[in-house]
């Protein structure tokens, strides 16, 4: 996250304030110290570039929107609720801006499934891919085949649904962040998981149960 | 906790986030239950593969300065009066 350091231009502003918790460095901000914001900036900008490249499909508006979101935490920082979490404040920003770019362009992130998953293993043998913790150069490649049409499986999934799953495994948040971020209860934020997952396996063709509501 | 309560939590158990008390159920089932114990395994495989094939996206290289600049420009536009309207629905 955030690195930059040798890439100098604003770096020599930046308060030297890694241990200084966001929320204070946003409470600085809020009060006008503008260097604050640039540390803000370099521990978020990485993670939130992902979060967006992840999520819309037009990968040369990426950059656009990540400016966007840090602009919009620049001129709302006295807005920020100190008994919220910033980390969660800013993925919520993010999280509209994404939705925003999907009303303005009418996408979002899909990829047409030209290379189905189609019968390159079989049931037990993908079963045996994902809990086969041996990586030999055959089994590299199937797994890479298998990882790339797995990340287009979760494109492919309800939109909520597949920004609980991002914000999760791609960006290690908990439940109740993601909770916090989404706006609706941990119950749905739970469920929406519990879905997405029994959708992915069924496609997959590793649900056994083949019910929404299974295990 | 019966196998169909235990679905609500499971999320939450293979990622350390549940509680002492749900921990303690959640547990047990599975010690029990093979049949959920084997779910739950099968669930932890896949998270487990998509994590591993999760990779970060670097931000290009010239962009944080590019966006830096630009985000400090605009704020500076805005402070000014010259540039957009507020940002009430920031968020």
Same mark, same amino acid.
């Given at each position: 996250m955030g690195s930059g350091a040798a890439e100098g231009g604003h770096m020599s502003t930046t308060v030297e304030t890694t241990r200084i918790p #966001?929320?204070?460095l946003i409470g600085e901000l809020a009060a006008g110290d503008v260097r604050c914001f640039d540390t803000i900036f370099d521990r978020y900008h990485q993670q939130i570039y992902n979060f967006i490249k992840k999520q819309v499909s037009d990968h040369e508006s990426v950059e656009d929107l990540v400016q966007e979101v840090f602009l919009r935490v620049y001129k709302s920082a006295k807005n920020f609720d100190v008994t &919220? &979490?910033?980390s969660s404040w800013v993925y919520k920003i993010a999280l509209n801006e994404v939705k925003r770019h999907w009303k303005r362009t009418g996408s979002r992130q899909t990829f047409s499934? @030209?290379?189905p998953l189609g019968d390159e293993g079989g049931e037990s043998e993908r079963q045996d891919l994902l809990e086969d913790q041996r990586i030999t150069p055959d089994v590299q490649t199937e797994n890479e085949l298998f990882?790339? @049409?797995l990340k287009l499986l979760i494109d492919r999934l309800p939109e909520k649904q597949k920004t609980v799953v991002i914000? &999760? $495994?791609y960006n290690d948040l908990t439940f109740e962040e993601i909770a916090e971020i989404c706006d609706c209860p941990l119950s749905t934020v739970l469920s929406r998981m519990r879905y997405a997952v029994s959708k992915l396996r069924r496609w997959l063709g590793i649900d056994e149960g083949g019910d929404d509501n299974g295990l | 906790? #019966?196998?169909r309560n235990i679905q609500r939590v499971i999320y939450e158990f293979l990622y350390g986030e549940a509680d002492e008390r749900k921990l303690v159920t959640i547990k047990a089932h599975l010690d029990k239950c093979q049949e959920c114990k084997k779910?739950?395994?099968? $669930?932890?495989?896949?998270l487990r593969f998509i994590k591993s094939g999760a990779k970060t996206d670097p931000v290009p290289e010239g962009a944080r300065d590019r966006m830096l600049k630009e985000i400090h420009r605009k704020a500076t536009t805005v402070k000014t009066g010259n540039g957009a309207a507020g940002d009430e629905d920031a968020v």
């Amino acid at each position: 996250m955030g690195s930059g350091a040798a890439e100098g231009g604003h770096m020599s502003t930046t308060v030297e304030t890694t241990r200084i918790p #966001d929320e204070v460095l946003i409470g600085e901000l809020a009060a006008g110290d503008v260097r604050c914001f640039d540390t803000i900036f370099d521990r978020y900008h990485q993670q939130i570039y992902n979060f967006i490249k992840k999520q819309v499909s037009d990968h040369e508006s990426v950059e656009d929107l990540v400016q966007e979101v840090f602009l919009r935490v620049y001129k709302s920082a006295k807005n920020f609720d100190v008994t &919220k &979490k910033f980390s969660s404040w800013v993925y919520k920003i993010a999280l509209n801006e994404v939705k925003r770019h999907w009303k303005r362009t009418g996408s979002r992130q899909t990829f047409s499934l @030209n290379a189905p998953l189609g019968d390159e293993g079989g049931e037990s043998e993908r079963q045996d891919l994902l809990e086969d913790q041996r990586i030999t150069p055959d089994v590299q490649t199937e797994n890479e085949l298998f990882s790339q @049409n797995l990340k287009l499986l979760i494109d492919r999934l309800p939109e909520k649904q597949k920004t609980v799953v991002i914000l &999760k $495994i791609y960006n290690d948040l908990t439940f109740e962040e993601i909770a916090e971020i989404c706006d609706c209860p941990l119950s749905t934020v739970l469920s929406r998981m519990r879905y997405a997952v029994s959708k992915l396996r069924r496609w997959l063709g590793i649900d056994e149960g083949g019910d929404d509501n299974g295990l | 906790m #019966d196998c169909r309560n235990i679905q609500r939590v499971i999320y939450e158990f293979l990622y350390g986030e549940a509680d002492e008390r749900k921990l303690v159920t959640i547990k047990a089932h599975l010690d029990k239950c093979q049949e959920c114990k084997k779910e739950a395994e099968a $669930i932890a495989s896949l998270l487990r593969f998509i994590k591993s094939g999760a990779k970060t996206d670097p931000v290009p290289e010239g962009a944080r300065d590019r966006m830096l600049k630009e985000i400090h420009r605009k704020a500076t536009t805005v402070k000014t009066g010259n540039g957009a309207a507020g940002d009430e629905d920031a968020v």
